[in-house]
């Protein structure tokens, strides 16, 4: 049934989360087992009061995390997907993830919803710099300011860039795929419904059930990397 839809479908929109980097090795947040968030608290690393009130924690909470992401990389699911783009078979993908995973892979229309640890920014003038000034503890901006990852933070608006992008794609779906999302953050989770509304198809590829799932036209509890395998094979 994936692959009749994702065949025929005219403008897919693909939505992802953490799940799609946890088989390139990268924790998630939320899996029962070894979610990121079942050992840190975020509100207290991963926001803009830790940024301000706990630099030191927030510091080598960042650093570990770009560390982490240095040593890994996309995985063929990752590859499928932009192949998929370059065969009109995608349209576009909406990520919550911080890794620069699908860019590195090839894909090229990514809205980057929640920012990305590719790269780090004065907090005060904006200038952006590589993130070796982060890793260096060279992270006092010229102006004053304080060079941080380019992720939001919570307590941060989304960038406007990127939201704008998921609107208008979402509005033209005919087919939108979720991929590792536990869809428990907005606005990220509320791009499948609003897709629906507009007459889209919704398919939800995630390992645990979502609240999401009743609305959702197919569910499939698997791995993401296996499906899409799967999916590449079915076209072959
Ligand atoms: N295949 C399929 N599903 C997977 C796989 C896999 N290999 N690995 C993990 N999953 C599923 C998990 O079961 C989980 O339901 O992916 C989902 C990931 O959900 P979360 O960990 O909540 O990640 P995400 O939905 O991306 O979180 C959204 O929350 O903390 C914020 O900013 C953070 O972007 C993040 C946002």
């Known amino acids: 049934m994936l692959a009749k839809w994702f065949y025929e479908a005219k403008h897919t929109v693909v939505l992802t989360g953490a799940g799609m ?3 390139s090795g990268l924790a998630d947040f939320r899996s029962a087992l070894d979610g990121m968030w079942n050992e840190y608290d975020p509100l207290l690393f991963a926001s803009r009061d830790a940024m301000t009130y706990e630099r030191e924690l927030f510091v080598r909470f960042y650093k570990n995390r770009i560390e982490k992401l240095q040593s890994a990389m996309p995985h063929e699911g990752y590859y499928y997907l932009s192949e998929w783009e370059k065969s009109g078979h995608i349209s576009s993908i909406l990520t919550q993830n911080i890794d620069g995973f ?34 260096n503890d060279d992270n006092i901006c010229d102006c004053g300011g304080f060079k941080r990852p380019g992720v939001v933070l919570f307590g941060e608006p989304l960038p406007m860039s990127a939201i704008h992008l998921a609107k208008q794609e979402t509005r033209k779906a005919d087919l939108f ?10 606005p990220a989770n509320l791009f499948p419904v609003e897709a629906k509304r507009h007459g889209a198809r919704v398919i ?13 036209d197919l569910v499939i509890n698997r791995k993401i990397k296996d499906v899409l395998t799967e999916l590449a094979e079915e076209k072959g």
């Open 102 to 135: 699908h860019k590195k892979a090839g894909s090229k229309n990514v809205a980057e919803m929640h920012g990305t640890l590719c790269e780090v920014y004065c907090d005060d003038c904006g200038e952006a710099f590589e993130n070796a000034h982060f890793l």
């Open 21 to 23: 980097s946890t088989e």
């Open 204 to 216: 939800i590829v995630n390992d645990e059930e979502t609240k999401y799932d009743t609305m959702a």
């Open 177 to 186: 795929i979720v991929l590792g999302s536990s869809l428990s953050v907005s």
